[in-house]
């Protein structure tokens, strides 16, 4: 950072008079149903299995509850597929909300994001594909998977058309085989799946390569070598929160071509494609992960409210102050709506009047890991931090003098969750993690 400094001049947003939107933050809580409070408590357990050492950190670790706890949160099917949609999950409340903003703001068509860095779509479960499979005795089949392409629809991106013929995989194989064993050999089988129209089944035909060329005279006969059925039933598609909230704004009356998922644009000049409609208000709903519609995203001249379906990575992807959402539509200042949803259980004022909400803060309060024998730790906060509440600062640090652990303190007085308003503290917090590594970490 110094050595940077030497030959920049950085400025913050706090430095720079930039006319941004007025954000209003909702943070919108979600209560969990019995079967999100039973998953918690079978999340305890292992937790507490993992502390007494009882468990093979292979089998079961704390990055894995972890892990498990987002998905419980997120929504309960991700952890038990067959149960029940629950009505009032947040995912569910984050269709409403934004149906609720679609309908209000449809005269200027303005535009949303949806963040969720979980239950993404997979393009793998696309069932029209071609694979390629090559005699080999060594496998139980007799054949060994040797190149599969999912989604037919657009082919290569230098000459986008839909692959529908052998000829056609024939030309792809070729384009993208560099390598020879990469090549199309002789007794190779092609196998095209496609969807039926009514998308109850998958209609498959097979050719093998001979004589450079696919012949398809005898599908079935090469269909039933490879174990496979000309048709069969369409297998369930597994859940994902991508398409579960298209799918409900779409029964609320949003149409799917005004929805879209970052995830399919996946080449610079599609994504750039896809901005242009967002700006133009053709695209009205994007989800997408914070990694792919995070920074360098350019789409922001209609849209009007964000939505955050789960916790990102990084502290500055939840201030609303650092997304350039649209601060006019049609030459009027707007304001802008920034959604943060929650599942848990909120306080009653009684049970605060009463204490009974100490234990449960104390519980899952960082101070309550601080203990004489803690290791050295050197602890950061921003004074206008939005997530962590000053208290847990403050009990951090009494616990800390408390059981004389060795610790650093340095607050950030202009920041929030980042850290990255105060560039001298950020420079003495590094400075200050190096004197720790130096100290601390010992090279094996």
């Given at each position: 950072?110094?050595?940077?400094k ?9 430095t ?29 357990k292992r ?33 038990q ?17 934004v149906?609720d903003?679609?309908t ?24 029209d ?7 080999d ?50 007794g ?9 129209e009514d ?15 696919f ?6 006969e ?18 994902n ?22 995830h399919?644009?996946d ?16 695209i009205?709903v ?14 922001q001249?209609?849209m ?6 789960d ?10 102050s650092?997304?350039g ?10 304001d ?31 101070a309550s ?24 600062k ?14 650093d303190?340095?607050?950030?007085p ?17 400075d200050k ?12």
């Amino acid at each position: 950072m110094g050595m940077f400094k030497e030959a920049a001049d950085i400025r913050t947003a706090d430095t720079l008079d930039l006319e941004k939107p007025i954000a209003h933050v909702h943070e919108v809580v979600a209560q969990p149903s019995k079967i999100q409070k039973r998953l918690i408590k079978s999340l305890a357990k292992r937790a507490g299995k993992i502390r007494d050492g009882s468990v093979d950190p292979k089998d079961d670790n704390m990055l894995c509850v972890t892990n498990d706890g987002r998905k419980i949160g997120l929504d309960q099917r991700l952890m038990q597929p067959g149960c029940p949609d629950n009505p009032n999950s947040k995912v569910n409340m984050c269709v409403q909300n934004v149906f609720d903003i679609y309908t209000k703001t449809t005269t200027n068509r303005s535009t949303q994001l949806i963040f969720c860095d979980m239950s993404t779509p997979k393009s793998d479960t696309s069932q029209d594909r071609f694979e390629i499979y090559r005699p080999d005795k060594s496998k139980v089949s007799g054949f060994d998977l040797v190149r599969k392409k999912v989604g037919l629809g657009s082919g290569d991106e230098d000459s986008p058309k839909r692959i529908s013929s052998f000829a056609d995989i024939k030309s792809y194989v070729d384009k993208h085989s560099p390598e020879a064993e990469d090549k199309l050999q002789e007794g190779d089988i092609a196998v095209f799946r496609i969807p039926s129209e009514d998308g109850t089944t998958i209609e498959s035909r097979a050719a093998v390569f001979t004589d450079g060329k696919f012949t398809e005279d005898n599908s079935i006969e090469l269909m039933d070598s490879l174990g496979m059925s000309p048709v069969e039933d369409m297998p369930p598609k597994p859940f994902n929160v991508y398409d579960d909230i298209r799918s409900k704004l779409v029964e609320l009356g949003v149409p799917e071509k005004e929805i879209a998922f970052i995830h399919d644009y996946d080449t610079a000049e599609k994504k750039q494609a896809l901005f242009n409609q967002m700006n133009s208000g053709d695209i009205r709903v994007l989800l997408g992960s914070t990694a792919k519609c995070g920074a360098g995203m350019n789409a922001q001249a209609k849209m009007i409210a964000l939505h955050h379906l789960d916790a990102p990575l990084r502290p500055s992807d939840l201030e609303p102050s650092d997304w350039g959402l649209a601060k006019k539509v049609n030459g009027i200042k707007t304001d802008s709506e920034f959604v943060k949803m929650m599942t848990g259980e909120e306080f009653t004022q009684d049970q605060i009047d009463k204490g009974e909400h100490r234990a449960a803060i104390e519980a899952i309060s960082p101070a309550s890991l601080v203990s004489a024998d803690s290791v050295p730790t050197l602890c950061g906060y921003g004074m206008r931090d939005h997530v962590i509440p000053q208290n847990q600062k403050v009990l951090l640090v009494e616990a800390f003098e408390r059981t004389g652990a060795p610790y650093d303190y340095l607050e950030f007085p202009k920041s929030n969750h980042g850290m990255y308003a105060d560039l001298n503290v950020l420079q003495e917090f590094i400075d200050k993690s190096l004197e720790y590594g130096k100290a601390y970490f010992v090279a094996n």
